[in-house]
Nanobody, 128 residues
Framework: QVQLVESGGGLVQAGGSLRLSCAAS????????MGWFRQAPGKEREFVAA????????YYADSVKGRFTISRVNAKNTVYLQMNSLKPEDTAVYYC?????????????????????WGQGTQVTVSS
């Protein structure tokens, strides 16, 4: 089992940047592919980005491609989401999630219900 704790959220002006962190407990962090999701008020939770076990593969939602970067440092049991050129529509609670799925081809198709573990979320607010 793994526990996930997000941090780094806050209030930023449009065009600004934030870096979210997700710290994982346990000694098997590298066994999990990781994802970031977000949920805006009144909307469903949506996929943002995913990263493979070693970090060699990444995948992004079209809405954040070119602006957000997902990365991980397995030695620190941490996954990051660097968010640049933020827009008001990026305002949401951001969640990290871990999956035991062993196929990258499957990871990029997973729905949020297929992720095994979730953090509690961190609020990101982008003002116009």
């Amino acid at each position: 089992q793994v526990q996930l704790v997000e941090s780094g959220g806050g209030l930023v002006q449009a065009g600004g940047s934030l870096r979210l962190s997700c710290a994982a407990s346990g000694r098997t962090f590298s066994s999990y592919a990781m994802g970031w999701f977000r949920q805006a008020p009144g909307k469903e939770r949506e996929f943002v980005a995913a990263i493979s076990w070693s970090g060699s593969n990444t995948y992004y939602a079209d809405s954040v491609k070119g602006r957000f970067t997902i990365s991980r440092v397995n030695a620190k049991n941490t996954v990051y989401l660097q968010m640049n050129s933020l827009k008001p529509e990026d305002t949401a609670v951001y969640y990290c999630a871990a999956t035991l799925q062993s196929s990258w081809a499957r990871v990029i198709t997973l729905s949020m219900n297929e992720y095994n573990y979730w953090g509690q979320g961190t609020q990101v607010t982008v003002s116009s």
